[in-house]
């Protein structure tokens, strides 16, 4: 596709359960981020992917929370044992190499019940 | 590590006048990118201009402008004629140069709401 794409676009689920959220990049951008944003709230950084490199992962709030990123392309952000205060916007964005621009998705909505 | 403020959690500007929206940053470093990110209730960011640090000349796009001051660290928007499609939370963001991998993450303000009156 020609932009960031996430899925799924919302998804509820209960106080306990694993999640998976993924994103498929635009091709060819070599960086993928994800962000967190909770309700009316600003964007709060979670894990960056950079080429090959190792990712930075200094965001991810706890250890429920892990990401990865196969073969440099599509990227899924995996949370475990999910909590209430989970519940937010999780925004991927990509970016080129040589670029400074981020390309987001439309986010997937995160509802622990 | 950066900081983004953005000190005006809400602003609301009549269709057709002029609005101004507050940014400021703090860094230590001498290269960088700042951006302003407009996010309409469809949930996508969207990217409305971007300013290098190096360029002392400020960025413009159509009915946006900036008005960077370095030294003072502020990066206001200036959107010119409002218009009713502007109405959205728009966050102010800074990016270290990419020339440097390590840590090029997007650091965000928390965001000013503006809504657009008829």
């Known amino acids: 596709g020609a932009g960031v794409s996430q899925s799924p676009s919302n998804k509820v689920t209960e106080k306990g359960k694993d999640v998976e959220l993924r994103c498929d990049p635009i091709?060819?951008?070599?960086?993928l981020y994800w962000y967190r944003q909770s309700l009316g709230q600003g964007l709060e950084f979670l894990i960056y992917?950079?080429?090959?490199?190792?990712?930075?992962k200094s965001g991810l709030p706890s250890d429920r929370f892990s990401a990865e990123r196969t073969g440099g392309s599509v990227s899924t952000l995996t949370i475990q044992r999910t909590q209430q205060e989970d519940s937010a916007v999780y925004l991927c964005?990509?970016?080129?190499?040589?670029?400074?621009?981020?390309?987001f998705g439309e986010g997937s909505r995160l509802t622990v019940l | 590590a950066q900081t983004v403020t953005q000190s005006q959690p809400e602003m609301s500007v009549q269709e057709a006048e002029t609005v101004t929206l507050s940014c400021t940053y703090d860094?230590?470093?001498?290269?960088?990118?700042l951006f302003w990110y407009k996010q309409p209730p469809s949930r996508q960011m969207i990217l409305v201009i971007r300013?290098?640090?190096?360029?002392?000349q400020n960025a413009t796009e159509n009915r946006f402008s900036v008005n960077f001051q370095k030294a003072a660290k502020s990066f206001s928007l200036k959107i010119s004629d409002s218009q009713l499609g502007d109405t959205a939370m728009y966050f102010c963001?800074?990016?270290?140069?990419?020339?440097?991998?390590?840590?090029?993450?997007?650091?965000f303000g928390g965001g000013t709401r503006l809504m657009v009156k008829p």
């Open positions: 964005a990509s970016r080129r190499t040589g670029s400074g621009e981020l390309f």
């Open positions: 091709s060819g951008h070599t960086a």
């Open positions: 992917f950079q080429g090959n490199s190792a990712p930075d």
């Open positions: 860094t230590s470093e001498s290269n960088y990118y």
């Open positions: 300013q290098e640090a190096y360029k002392q």
């Open positions: 963001a800074f990016m270290k140069h990419i020339e440097d991998n390590a840590g090029n993450m997007l650091t």
